[in-house]
């Protein structure tokens, strides 16, 4: 495995994991069950509230569980009705195979068009975290008709470099024990025997980097859960993609976007600027004292930004 397949899985995939893993389906009285068949791939999701514009939610990874983004639904559930899209190879959206064909930017957009069309939907706002805002945005670049805006709470890297960033930043941050361990289940023999072990070791021995805060970062480590990541995606995307660069898809984008991201996201803020300055439409924001996943860090300032930026869409 290349040092950035593994950087890929041992970064981007923590994505927002730790929040409530209630059980999609019974977790919300207001809510209700879905699926939509695209090239007889069934891909479901669960939509949380039952007025207002829709949002579409979008977890990291690629591969993780929208299970971690519960949070967000529960709070933008409130006000709108909330898409917790179960992306192709997490939760039930099974594939028959894990490969280029299946695990791909193209594959993963024309799914979510699909899903708008399905609930007859004339625009989405889309909320993203990790790769989930990398999605996000490269959808809103492509399909600029079909976006109403675009809500980024943590940074995915927008190109393969960008990921290298990601991954040295993880890098810097964890202490000499935590790296040992990751180490300890990059040993290929160990990786050959049980890749999902070793994977989600390695995911876990790398949570602290991920926060400001260590505390919550051990919290969110003991809760992390084997079953809320599709380890098999990441080499998938990487094989389909190779040195990918959505900056060309930021330049099209038509809708007001927000990217707000903590002070201490590893994703850097080169990354996040970038964005910035290609999308031309977009508020950026910052939190301090706070890392990749802001509505888990600092809520109160997450929410207060995200409501006033919703609360003033043109209409």
């Given at each position: 495995?290349?040092?950035?397949?593994?950087?890929?899985?041992?970064?981007?995939?923590?994505?927002?994991?730790?929040?409530?893993?209630?059980?999609?389906?019974?977790?919300?009285?207001?809510?209700?069950?879905?699926?939509?068949?695209?090239?007889?791939?069934?891909?479901?999701?669960?939509?949380?509230?039952?007025?207002?514009?829709?949002?579409?939610?979008?977890?990291?990874?690629?591969?993780?569980?929208?299970?971690?983004?519960?949070?967000?639904?529960?709070?933008?559930?409130?006000?709108y009705?909330?898409?917790?899209?179960?992306q192709?190879?997490?939760?039930?959206?099974?594939?028959?195979?894990?490969?280029?064909?299946?695990?791909n930017?193209?594959?993963?957009?024309?799914?979510?068009?699909?899903?708008?069309?399905?609930?007859?939907?004339?625009?989405?706002?889309?909320?993203?975290?990790?790769?989930?805002?990398?999605?996000?945005?490269?959808?809103?670049?492509?399909?600029?008709?079909?976006?109403?805006?675009?809500?980024?709470?943590?940074?995915?890297?927008?190109?393969?470099?960008?990921?290298?960033?990601?991954?040295?930043?993880?890098?810097?941050?964890?202490?000499?024990?935590?790296?040992?361990?990751?180490?300890?289940?990059?040993?290929?023999a160990?990786?050959a025997?049980?890749?999902?072990?070793?994977?989600?070791?390695?995911?876990?021995?790398?949570?602290?980097?991920?926060?400001?805060?260590?505390?919550?970062?051990?919290?969110?480590?003991?809760?992390?859960?084997?079953?809320?990541?599709?380890?098999?995606?990441?080499?998938?995307?990487?094989?389909?993609?190779?040195?990918?660069?959505?900056r060309?898809?930021?330049?099209?984008?038509?809708?007001?976007?927000?990217?707000l991201?903590?002070?201490?996201?590893?994703?850097?803020?080169?990354?996040?600027?970038?964005?910035?300055?290609?999308?031309?439409?977009?508020?950026?924001?910052?939190?301090?004292?706070?890392?990749?996943?802001?509505?888990?860090?600092q809520?109160?300032?997450?929410?207060?930004?995200?409501?006033?930026?919703?609360?003033?869409?043109?209409?």
């Amino acid at each position: 495995m290349s040092k950035f397949v593994a950087t890929l899985i041992a970064a981007c995939l923590l994505g927002s994991a730790g929040a409530a893993h209630a059980d999609l389906a019974s977790a919300h009285e207001n809510s209700a069950d879905g699926k939509v068949t695209r090239d007889g791939i069934d891909l479901f999701y669960t939509i949380v509230g039952t007025s207002g514009d829709y949002v579409l939610v979008l977890s990291g990874g690629p591969g993780e569980d929208i299970r971690s983004m519960q949070g967000i639904a529960d709070e933008l559930g409130k006000k709108y009705r909330c898409i917790m899209w179960e992306q192709r190879g997490t939760g039930r959206s099974k594939l028959p195979r894990y490969n280029s064909s299946m695990i791909n930017l193209n594959a993963y957009m024309e799914d979510i068009e699909a899903l708008r069309k399905h609930l007859d939907a004339e625009k989405f706002v889309v909320v993203g975290n990790s790769w989930g805002m990398v999605l996000g945005l490269a959808y809103a670049g492509t399909h600029p008709d079909a976006v109403r805006a675009v809500v980024t709470l943590g940074s995915g890297p927008i190109t393969y470099e960008y990921l290298g960033v990601f991954g040295d930043n993880q890098s810097t941050r964890l202490w000499p024990s935590e790296i040992e361990i990751r180490d300890f289940w990059r040993d290929p023999a160990r990786e050959a025997a049980n890749f999902d072990r070793a994977s989600f070791e390695r995911l876990r021995a790398a949570t602290a980097a991920y926060f400001y805060d260590r505390k919550k970062a051990l919290a969110m480590q003991m809760e992390l859960d084997p079953k809320d990541y599709n380890f098999r995606v990441p080499p998938a995307f990487i094989e389909a993609e190779g040195k990918y660069d959505i900056r060309p898809k930021l330049k099209t984008i038509a809708s007001p976007v927000l990217l707000l991201q903590g002070r201490q996201d590893l994703a850097g803020e080169a990354n996040v600027c970038e964005a910035h300055s290609l999308i031309a439409n977009s508020n950026l924001a910052f939190i301090d004292k706070c890392g990749h996943m802001p509505w888990l860090e600092q809520p109160e300032q997450t929410w207060k930004i995200v409501d006033d930026f919703l609360a003033h869409l043109p209409h």
